[in-house]
């Protein structure tokens, strides 16, 4: 089984904006952080991102005039803001973690959905005597686009409230060692992929017993 899990990404290009695009953007990111339960952290940015807007604002009228000196402070301003917009982005993106309708309540801009390279089913699982003691080996074929892999037993019997010993590690075999003899157990892989995609095998059951090489 294999569990694909889309993320949002919010967009940051901020400079494609004209002055008064911007300027009306930031007002509406603030007023959709501000008190948002979502970003608590970005709250503590919105007065330096508020100033800088009044700041602006009040410079990009004084350019109005075309003078060369209220054109340059203008831009400078202009970056600032932008400055200060990113970071809370940044913030906004951190405390999201992806989630579409977190991302949706900031008012920022988002790019569309986007899979990530599809993680390949666990295939060739295998579940067999440790090569030495009382034990289980766990092994499977590579899995494609995996991060790591969670190997998994529990004693029979297997059911929803079945409670699992886990080792994460990048390998695709583990043997788990020490075990008590004559038990039946259970036994899975999960691979894990990018952007928190999943792929579980089959459980497998099996009694230990004693191998001596």
Known sequence: MIIKIKTSRIKTGFSIFTNSNLSAFVNAIIIALTNNANFPLAQTLLPNLSAALTSFNIAMANAETRDKVMI????????????????VASTVIYE???????????????????????????????????????????????????????????????????????????????????????????ARIIAVGTKDQVSYSEPLSRITQLNIN
Not at 79 to 87: N, P, W
Not at 113 to 137: R, Y
């Open 72 to 87: 340059g402070l203008r831009d400078t301003a202009r970056i600032d803001l932008i400055v200060q917009l990113t970071e």
């Open 96 to 186: 999201a973690k992806g989630d579409r309708d977190k991302l949706l309540s900031s008012a920022f801009e988002l790019y569309k959905d986007s899979d990530a390279s599809p993680l390949g089913p666990v295939l060739g699982f295998k579940l067999m005597d440790a090569e030495v003691g009382i034990g289980l080996k766990l092994k499977c074929d590579g899995v494609k686009y995996n991060v790591s892999y969670s190997h998994q037993i529990t004693t029979d019997p297997l059911t929803a409230d079945s409670t699992w010993t886990t080792i994460t590690t990048t390998s695709k075999e583990y043997t788990f060692a020490n075990l008590s003899s004559g038990t039946k157990f259970w």
